[in-house]
């Protein structure tokens, strides 16, 4: 059993900064990629940020330059910090871990998502 949990998340103001949190536990033996989604309403969830195991970073380009993702491989967590936030960044915030289990098969588990409204 696997289980992905996002923290954090909720109200900000325009400029305003705000930290989400993404822990991943149970049968773990490994966990590769680990990446940031966001969905507005109306529109389809989209890639904001990934780290690979080795730490490698990429950013989609409406975030560069305000969001940092790293994560804490000894925790199983990703963190996404999130800086300049403006109304368009408002969504639901998915966390995704690609996660090895005892034969070393890889699958995605996602976690239920968290509320991120920055009002203008």
């Known amino acids: 059993q696997v289980l992905v949990e996002e923290s954090g998340g909720g109200l900000v103001q325009a400029g305003g900064s705000l930290s989400l949190s993404c822990a991943a536990s149970g049968s773990i033996f490994g966990i590769d990629s680990m990446d940031w989604y966001r969905q507005a309403p109306g529109k389809q969830r989209e890639l904001v940020a990934s780290?690979?195991?080795?730490?490698?970073?990429n950013y989609a380009d409406s975030v560069k330059g305000r969001f940092t993702i790293s994560r804490d491989n000894a925790k199983n967590t990703v963190y996404l910090q999130m800086s300049s936030l403006k109304p368009e960044d408002t969504g639901v915030y998915y966390c995704k871990a690609a996660i090895r289990n005892i034969l070393r098969y890889v699958r995605d588990y996602w976690g239920q998502g968290t509320q991120v409204t920055v009002s203008s």
């Open positions: 780290i690979s195991s080795s730490g490698a970073r």
